[in-house]
């Protein structure tokens, strides 16, 4: 199988991270890595160049002081890439994250309309495909507060003590970042047939439309019954399981495990391990002494483990960072950890006796179309 060498800018970026672990899953596409320090390293920038087929440039400014500024570095990016790949001889397919800001009287918005137009004449001055997607308001996990979204924002405030505060309450069109991604690799591969030619422009279709406070109606409710007494909200509506799993991914990693109430009388003990808003899947697994369960990760799926019985620890480790995050429980004390989305976790028996785990998932397994990919803790 022919593979796509496919190089993002802006790597270590919200959208660059999502990005590059998607395509990461797919057997069409190797990746060619990318650091932001390249810009400002022309023989490094220039072998990233010649490496690629295809470059998605994500990496801009979105927010500073000084409007001026962000305009000026956003049109630096795209001319230093541009001299590179001229330098390198090569023709790349390259991919631009534009903004439905384009059309607005602001200077980000203004140097995103015209990256994309100094990309199109470099495209057509050499016969080269071109994509630009013009992309409307993204949110998802790890997007940084105070600077991707106003979501990121909102979800940091409420689970780290502050208030968020509505500065215009707008209907404001989104798109989730896994579904972004999904756009963008179908231009890659090319599989997107809404684009045509070799250099087109796609407008990015949102896929929810929803008040600001609306969303932090919900995430309101997140906090309050989630984040304070541990029960699940309805994830029944695909927009309310995507924002709750980008909710979850601010949680402080303190805030684990989280207690459960144990009622014991003569007859022995009963403990809930969840109390959810929709219905989900619940299962058991018994663990001998020193096994390791897991190791994988979901892409969508929200999950409790609830060790009810003898002593474990649970290990996350977020996917594309090193750092490891290690919950002892015992089931003496009953207490759960809820995963988040794209970690790879796994859970061991610690103790000389039986572990017996309750697990509550809110989506069934479907061969048709996976959400569990492996790799080690």
Known sequence: MHKIKVG????????????????????????????????????????FAKQCDT?????????????????????????????????????????FSSSTQETLDNL???SKRDGRLKMEQWAKKNKARFTALVIPNVFGPFGNPYYNSFIATFCH????????HIQTDAEVKLIYINELVEVFYKAISHKLSAISG?????????????????????LQKYKTEYFEKGIF?????????????????????????????????????????????????????????????????????????AVIKGKARIQLRRIGTDKVINYDLDGAQPAFVDMPIWT???????????????FWINEPFNPDDPDTFFEIV
């Open 55 to 95: 470059i998605v440039h994500l990496a801009a400014m979105n927010r500073h002081g000084d409007p001026q500024v962000i305009y000026d570095t956003n049109i630096r990016l795209v001319q230093t890439l541009l001299d590179a790949v001229e330098k390198a001889g090569t023709k790349p397919h390259i991919l």
């Open 108 to 110: 980000y918005g203004k």
């Open 8 to 47: 993002i800018t802006g790597q270590a970026g919200f959208m660059g991270t999502h990005l590059y672990n998607y395509l990461n899953l797919k057997d069409d596409i190797e990746l060619v890595p990318f650091e932001d320090a390249y810009f400002e390293q022309p023989e490094k920038l220039l072998q």
């Open 344 to 358: 790879t976790h796994n859970i061991t028996n610690t103790g000389d006796d039986e572990l017996v785990t309750l």
């Open 198 to 218: 070799k250099v087109s422009v796609y407008q990015v279709p949102h896929t929810s439309v929803q008040k600001v406070s609306e969303i932090l109606h919900l």
């Open 157 to 164: 405030q409420l689970t780290h003590g502050e208030q968020p």
């Open 233 to 305: 909200p309805d994830l029944s509506d695909t927009f309310h399981l995507v924002l709750f799993n980008t909710f979850r991914c601010y949680m402080p990693d303190d805030k684990f495990p989280f207690p459960l109430t144990k009622n014991t009388d003569d007859r022995g003990s009963f403990v809930e391990i969840a109390r959810t808003g929709s219905a989900g899947q619940f299962s058991f697994s018994t663990t001998k002494p020193g096994i390791t369960r897991g190791n994988h990760y979901h892409t969508r799926k929200a999950e409790r483990f």
